[in-house]
Every structure is written in C-alpha cells, then in structure tokens.
C-alpha cells in the first residue's frame, strides 16, 4: 500500500495577524514616505496587510515576514501612487512672496504634504542612534523632496538607505538590474541633497533650553504678542501654512503675513503640544464668538540651537483626529 503524499500544513491566518501586527508602524512609516499623506498611508497600510493576509497561505519564509510585508507595501504604495497626484509644502512650489495684504489663494487638501505625529511612529526611543535616523528620515522637508522623484526612485532610495535592503534586493523587486538601481540611487541622493540637506545636529526638544523656547513660542500665539514670536526666529526663519501656496521667509515678513492673515486677540488660542515628524509640533485651537475653542491647525517647528527655523502651520482641522486629539475644547 502506498503512503499518501504529505501535505505541508497551511499557515494559520491568526498566526499571521500574531507575527505581523508589530511592523504596522514602521510600514505606516514607510508609506508614508512614499504618498506624503498619514491618511493615504493609513489605508494603504490596511491594503498591505488585506492583500498579505490573503496571500498568507502561500508565504514561503524565503524571506523574513517583514522584508515579505514591505515588499507588499513598495508594491502597494506604486500602483497607488499612479492615481494620485504629487504632494507638495508651499516653499516647494515658487519663491517667498513679497506681498501678503489681501486674500490669498488655496489649492485641494488632496495637493499637500501631510504632518506624521510621532504617536504613530516606530521610533526606537531606548537606541539613540536609531532615533537620529528615524527623525532624519521623517523631516518634513526630505519627505516633500522625496515626492519630487520618481515613483520607482522613490521606492528604490527608500529601501536602500532607509530599510537597508540590498541593491540586488531592490533589483529583484522592481524588476530591474542592480546597475540601474545604483544609477538611479546616485540621481536620486544628488537630489535630495540639494533640496533637502541633513541637519548639522539634531536639536533635542526635551532639553531645558529648548523646552522653554516651545513654551515662550506657546505663550507668544496665546497671548497674540507678534513681537514676542518673531524673536524667537532665526533672521532667515521661513513660515508656511497650506491649503495656502503663499510663504515667507524673515522675520519681518512672518509678522507681515501673521498681521494680515492671522489676526487674533490675546485669549482667543490654545497651543496644545505635541510631535509631528520627529520635531516638536503644537495643535492650535481658536475660540469662536460662543467661547468654544476649535481645531484651527496644527504647527510643526523646525529648530536649531535657541530658536525656530521653521514652521509649517497646516491649517486642516481634519489632522487633529489623525493626533488624537479632540476638534472642540471648552474653556472650564
């Protein structure tokens, strides 16, 4: 009598969600770096995972089950990425205007570079090293010059110099030669160094100094004192704040465009902080005739030793669900 054939077990779907539930961070992460957007990310994470799920019972472990997810999520975010146009931060699309009196212009929320609060992040807080690359690799500005690449250029920088892979790895994925995936990774560092250089350092926000800088910069908004804000900016500070395309850069013209566009009285902002991109970030509330205070946006600061460099202010109320933070406060 012949022994039947035996049939290796089929992996177990639940087994599955087990072993792949703690790379949902860092997939989020890598998602975002290729769409710009925590919401586009947010779903395409969940497609990465339906599609892996699907295709569970068919995993070799030829590969580890997190370089089989990101290969998912690369694939993923590439045919996503097809019907979905480029996202930008303002200082990305022209110069800095010279004139902010008067109403300005807005393009599609669907246009803009979305913040990543860091709640969501995969950080390693407990490795140093590992938190300068993470916050290197989530800066604002490298994210919006990444979208400036290719879509295969993109994916190709991201998992090599993010994720490590090898370049015959990346080859095999996308299904091209190693020497074009090292061709193309020379275009694409050359970019990005131009557009969107590293730090000299990385400034620490938990640091005393530092923390007493976000809270002076807290105070300034809450108490509507111009003066006091813009001296907490370096001379060539830039200012952004989609939906809108107009930006500045100095100080007097910050204050130009806070005076024309962002009027307020002391008492009517609430800065709640918190983190976006590796960087101290606060969500601002603004208090309507009826004393509720709203979501009005939420500010990413870009900091160097003793004062901000930068802010990005996105005015999209709909970021504060993303933060986990409530869209309506009551003054008590």
């Not at 970019?191 to 590293?198: I, Q, R």
Request: charged share 25%; net charge negative; with cysteine.
């Amino acid at each position: 009598m012949t022994a039947a054939p035996i049939t290796p077990p089929v992996p177990d779907r639940a087994e599955f969600a087990r072993l792949a539930d703690p790379y949902r961070r860092e997939l989020l992460e890598h998602c975002y770096r290729m769409v710009g957007s925590v919401h586009d990310a947010e779903d395409l994470v969940q497609e990465t995972y339906l599609r892996a799920w699907r295709g569970y019972p068919g995993f070799e472990g030829r590969a580890s089950l997190r370089t089989w997810l990101h290969r998912i999520a690369t694939t993923t975010c590439l045919t996503a990425i097809e019907r979905r146009r480029r996202r930008a931060l303002p200082a990305g699309l022209g110069g800095p205007a010279d004139d902010v009196v008067g109403p300005l212009a807005e393009l599609p929320e669907s246009a803009w570079l979305e913040p990543l609060p860091d709640a969501l992040g995969a950080i390693d807080r407990g490795d140093p090293a590992s938190i300068v690359d993470d916050r290197a690799s989530l800066r604002l500005a490298l994210v919006a010059a990444l979208q400036h690449l290719p879509p295969r250029q993109r994916a190709m920088l991201l998992l090599r110099d993010v994720l490590r892979w090898r370049a015959a790895e990346v080859a095999e994925l996308l299904g091209t030669s190693t020497a074009a995936v090292n061709s193309a990774l020379q275009r694409a560092r050359a970019h990005l160094a131009a557009v969107a250089p590293v730090e000299d350092r990385l400034v620490e926000p938990d640091d005393p100094q530092q923390r007493a800088l976000l809270d002076r910069y807290a105070e300034a908004f809450e108490q509507a004192d111009t003066a006091a804000l813009t001296r907490l900016l370096t001379a060539d500070a830039t200012w952004e704040m989609p939906p809108f395309p107009t930006w500045v850069r100095g100080r007097a013209a910050v204050a130009a465009l806070i005076a024309a566009q962002c009027p307020s009285r002391p008492g009517d902002t609430w800065m709640v902080a918190t983190g976006a991109n590796g960087c101290p970030a606060f969500a601002a509330y603004q208090r309507g005739a009826d004393g509720v205070f709203r979501a009005h946006g939420v500010h990413v600061l870009q900091l160097v030793p003793g004062a901000i460099a930068g802010v990005v202010a996105f005015l999209d109320p709909s970021l504060f669900g993303v933060f986990g933070l409530a869209t309506v406060l009551r003054e008590d």
